[in-house]
């Protein structure tokens, strides 16, 4: 079957994101030395990051809320006015931080638009997303952004179906197996997995090895020739 419309992840798959979350991770865990140790600190973020996704949904602000209510509860709940100063300003930073791309993305990107219908899926603040990407210069690529809250076969369906001539016809790229892959096979779509380096561990997902629309691919720049084999 002819692909006819492309699905592209933003976060870890089109430019960095993980990493900036890491190096913020270890500024809070020093930040919490005097009163936990590292290991108890990321249990216990990991722990209210799980039980907020539903009420803050992805991204930076929920992540600094859930740093917030961490720092609450290792404290006690009478944490020094400094501690918040400092995680406010983590993610003021966070917000703030450039958008560097991933190597090969723009070439990619640029050859894949002259064939395909390009839309990109992704998780998180609104606001924040829609910055991320004017900053990245590879807006004008995409016939379609959808910025949504959760990321399921019925999502991957309907954007599709909105999009293009439906998942059937469709290929979704992105770093996270659970959230890019997965679903998007589930809904009958075709899915390659390009993975970062890192991976936040709500992200984790064992791979579907031997699908028949699934492929594994080192870069995003062997992404145009699978395409187009599949073509």
Same mark, same amino acid.
């Given at each position: 079957?002819?692909? &006819? ?5 933003? =976060? ?6 993980? &990493? ?13 030395? #005097? ?5 108890? $600190? ?16 992805y ?11 961490? $720092? ?14 400092? $995680? ?8 703030a931080? #450039?958008?560097?791309?991933l190597?090969?993305v =723009?070439?990619?990107?640029? @050859? ?5 219908? !390009? ?24 016939? @379609? $952004?959808?910025?949504? *809250? ?16 439906g998942?059937? *016809? @469709? ?11 997965? #679903? ?10 390009? +993975?970062? +380096? ?10 579907? !090895? ?6 594994? !691919? ?5 992404? +145009? ?7």
């Open positions: 079957m002819r692909i &006819t419309t492309v699905g592209l992840d933003a =976060d870890d798959t089109l430019w960095h994101n993980e &990493t900036i979350f890491r190096l913020t991770q270890e500024r809070f865990f020093a930040l919490l030395e #005097p009163v936990a140790d590292a290991p108890a $600190v990321t249990a216990r973020l990991a722990e209210v990051e799980g039980r907020n996704l539903r009420l803050y949904g991204g930076v602000k929920g992540f600094i809320l859930s740093m917030l209510e961490t $720092v609450m509860e290792l404290t006690g709940g009478e944490p020094p006015g400094s501690m918040i100063r400092e $995680v406010l300003a983590a993610g003021r930073e966070m917000l931080h #450039p958008v560097e791309t190597p090969g =723009d070439e990619a990107l640029a @050859a894949l638009s002259e064939r395909y219908r !390009l839309v990109l899926i992704t998780k998180g603040d609104l606001l924040h997303q829609e910055q991320k990407l004017a900053a990245s210069g590879l807006g004008d690529l995409f016939a @379609a $952004v959808e910025i949504v *809250s959760e990321k399921d076969a019925s999502t991957y369906a309907r954007v599709f179906d909105r999009h293009g001539t998942a059937a *016809s @469709a290929a979704m790229c992105g770093n996270s197996l659970r959230s890019d892959i997965l #679903p998007a096979l589930e809904a009958g779509a075709y899915a390659a997995h390009v +993975p970062y +380096p890192l991976i936040w561990a709500h992200e984790a997902a064992d791979a579907p !090895l031997g699908h028949p629309r699934f492929a594994e !691919l080192a870069a995003i720049a062997e992404l +145009p020739a699978w395409l187009d084999a599949i073509g």
